[in-house]
Nanobody, 125 residues
Framework: QVQLVESGGGLVQPGGSLRLSCAAS????????LGWFRQAPGKEREGVSC????????YYGDSVKGRVTLSRDNAKKMVTMEMNSLKFDDTAVYYC??????????????????WGQGTQVTVSS
């Protein structure tokens, strides 16, 4: 079955950096999108970043643009998100997600095929 296994997360100070990785397995699609959403308490789940695994096209949410870089490893079906200049507002549960039938232009929670279990990121001094 399809699995998305996340690693990284934890506690970081404001202005610090963090790396989240996600390894996908259980499918053989070539043209799919892989990336991240996040959800803070009392807020809706929002798209953070996305990469199209066949051509490398990337999408970044407005709240993280310029502070986040998403890279891919096609052979491992893995993506890594580097987050810099972290702010208190970045505190959330981060979910790896995949859209197996669309690209990053469809990076909405309602169009996600599978979700990871989530990993907590806390920005605190």
């Amino acid at each position: 079955q399809v699995q998305l296994v996340e690693s990284g997360g934890g506690l970081v100070q404001p202005g610090g950096s963090l790396r989240l990785s996600c390894a996908a397995s259980g499918f053989r699609m070539l043209g799919y999108a892989l990336g991240w959403f996040r959800q803070a308490p009392g807020k809706e789940r929002e798209g953070v970043s996305c990469i199209q695994m066949n051509d490398g096209f990337t999408y970044y949410g407005d709240s993280v643009k310029g502070r986040v870089t998403l890279s891919r490893d096609n052979a491992k079906k893995m993506v890594t998100m580097e987050m810099n200049s972290l702010k208190f507002d970045d505190t959330a549960v981060y979910y790896c997600a995949t859209n197996l039938f669309g690209g990053c232009e469809d990076w909405e929670a309602s169009k996600i095929s599978y979700w990871g279990q989530g990993t907590q990121v806390t920005v605190s001094s």
